[in-house]
């Protein structure tokens, strides 16, 4: 049941300290800092070549942020591909690699397909799924599960974080056993992962100031998201959020993309949510929002606090978010676009649970 909240999507939202926590809890041994998988794997990192993450949707997404992670972590060429497009399209794959197949439902048709593809051209599959009798867990060499719990509103929200949490585990795994991370690193990373659940729960505090933002969201006809590295795959995520449950058309682009179209669209009445953690790319996303902000666009910037003080652009709004390690905030930012999608929907509204068109889970190609 929705226990107090007015509907799924809000009480999922606010499960995930929770649920990523205990997402965490199966993937590391909390007390030595350790990544410890649930299992042995039947495959030595160090042999695979090239990984393909392949998903459907939100969890694409987080297929996406993994990509990031598996590259900078363990220095493994990651493909990420829808898995429609992959499961027609021949992709020619090399026997031995490693396929990821990302799932909440674990039924979605071209999901399944794909994993059937890949284990055909036979790479090892893993599968990271939140129904661990679904088909493509069944179906999977190898299951990774998150422990979102049962997720019931259409947008997928704690499945989505609790997916990233499984993927980063991984990517430190797969960054040790090919010695592209010491042990040292190893406890750096799991120390910062550690504290992502509180940092999830810290970030929810800023509803009362997404709720204000909302009702101005709300009037727009359609919304920009801007994100460069690992907050491109979140703008993404934001946008596809809000077209789900407001039906306000949105966009997410990678920021370095803005003057090779999409500026063309930007004038006083389009918001602007620019992901911007103060990490190794920031200074060029606050090159791309002075752009933005050149050509008066609304500009809502979510950031951390040193972030916020070193953005020499005026935004609209800023949302401050809690600072966190830079490889993970993708954990904390998806809070902010969940956040900000659900609040939209509710002022204009909409069936947020149950949007119109869409099923939970989509079972034909
Ligand atoms: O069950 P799955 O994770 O395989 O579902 C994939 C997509 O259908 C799903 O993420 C969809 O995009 C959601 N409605 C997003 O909120």
Same mark, same amino acid.
């Given at each position: 049941?929705?226990?107090?909240?007015?509907?799924?999507?809000?009480?999922?939202?606010?499960?995930?300290?929770?649920?990523?926590?205990? %997402?965490?809890? #199966?993937?590391?041994?909390?007390?030595?800092k350790r990544i410890a998988l649930p299992l042995e794997l039947p495959f030595d990192f160090n042999?695979?070549?090239?990984?393909?993450?392949?998903?459907?949707?939100?969890?694409?997404?987080?297929?996406?942020?993994?990509?990031?992670?598996?590259?900078?972590?363990?220095?493994?060429?990651?493909?990420?591909?829808?898995?429609?497009?992959? #499961?027609?399209?021949?992709?020619?794959?090399?026997?031995?690699?490693?396929?990821?197949? *990302?799932?909440?439902?674990?039924?979605?048709?071209?999901?399944?397909?794909?994993l059937r593809y890949a284990k055909a051209q036979g790479l090892h599959t893993i599968s990271v =799924?939140?129904?661990?009798?679904?088909?493509?867990?069944? @179906?999977?060499? %190898?299951?990774?599960?998150?422990?979102?719990?049962? @997720?019931?509103?259409?947008?997928?929200?704690?499945?989505?974080?609790?997916?990233?949490?499984?993927?980063?585990?991984?990517?430190?795994?797969?960054?040790?056993?090919?010695?592209?991370?010491?042990? *040292?690193? @190893?406890?750096?990373? =799991?120390? @910062?992962?550690?504290?992502?659940? #509180?940092?999830?729960?810290?970030?929810?505090?800023?509803?009362?100031?997404?709720?204000?933002?909302?009702?101005?969201?709300?009037?727009?006809?359609?919304?920009?998201?801007?994100?460069?590295?690992?907050?491109?795959?979140?703008?993404?995520?934001?946008?596809?959020?809000?077209?789900?449950?407001?039906?306000?058309?949105?966009?997410?682009?990678?920021?370095?993309?803005?003057?090779?179209?999409?500026?063309?669209?930007?004038?006083?009445?389009?918001? =602007?949510?620019?992901?911007?953690?103060?990490? !190794? =790319?920031?200074?060029? %996303?606050?090159?791309?929002?002075?752009?933005?902000?050149? !050509?008066?666009?609304?500009?809502?910037?979510?950031?951390?606090a040193t972030g916020a003080s070193k953005a020499t652009v005026d935004a609209l709004v800023t949302?401050?978010?809690?600072?966190?390690?830079? %490889?993970?905030?993708?954990?904390?930012?998806?809070?902010?676009?969940?956040?900000?999608?659900?609040?939209?929907?509710?002022?204009?509204?909409?069936?947020?649970?149950?949007? #119109?068109?869409?099923?939970?889970?989509?079972?034909?190609?």
């Amino acid at each position: 049941d929705k226990a107090n909240y007015r509907h799924f999507m809000a009480k999922e939202i606010y499960e995930q300290p929770e649920v990523v926590g205990q %997402t965490l809890a #199966r993937y590391v041994d909390m007390a030595a800092k350790r990544i410890a998988l649930p299992l042995e794997l039947p495959f030595d990192f160090n042999d695979i070549t090239r990984i393909l993450i392949t998903a459907c949707g939100t969890a694409s997404y987080a297929g996406h942020v993994a990509k990031y992670w598996f590259e900078r972590l363990a220095r493994i060429p990651v493909e990420i591909d829808v898995a429609s497009e992959l #499961r027609y399209r021949e992709a020619p794959l090399r026997k031995g690699d490693l396929a990821i197949v *990302i799932s909440q439902s674990g039924e979605t048709a071209d999901a399944l397909a794909a994993l059937r593809y890949a284990k055909a051209q036979g790479l090892h599959t893993i599968s990271v =799924v939140n129904v661990p009798t679904s088909t493509i867990a069944r @179906e999977s060499e %190898t299951v990774l599960p998150t422990l979102a719990g049962p @997720e019931i509103g259409v947008a997928s929200t704690k499945a989505f974080t609790c997916q990233l949490m499984v993927m980063a585990a991984l990517a430190i795994a797969a960054g040790k056993q090919r010695r592209e991370l010491s042990d *040292i690193d @190893e406890l750096k990373l =799991v120390g @910062e992962l550690i504290e992502v659940p #509180r940092l999830i729960a810290e970030a929810l505090a800023i509803e009362p100031q997404i709720e204000k933002l909302a009702r101005d969201i709300a009037k727009s006809r359609a919304v920009l998201y801007f994100g460069r590295g690992t907050s491109f795959p979140v703008a993404l995520e934001g946008a596809l959020k809000l077209k789900e449950v407001s039906y306000i058309h949105a966009e997410g682009y990678a920021a370095g993309e803005l003057k090779h179209g999409p500026i063309a669209l930007i004038d006083e009445s389009m918001p =602007v949510v620019v992901i911007a953690p103060y990490d !190794r =790319v920031f200074e060029k %996303t606050v090159s791309n929002m002075q752009e933005v902000a050149a !050509r008066a666009g609304n500009i809502i910037l979510m950031t951390d606090a040193t972030g916020a003080s070193k953005a020499t652009v005026d935004a609209l709004v800023t949302i401050v978010l809690p600072d966190v390690a830079a %490889t993970f905030t993708p954990m904390i930012y998806a809070i902010a676009v969940q956040l900000l999608a659900y609040h939209t929907a509710v002022v204009m509204g909409a069936d947020v649970d149950q949007p #119109r068109n869409l099923a939970k889970s989509v079972t034909v190609e």
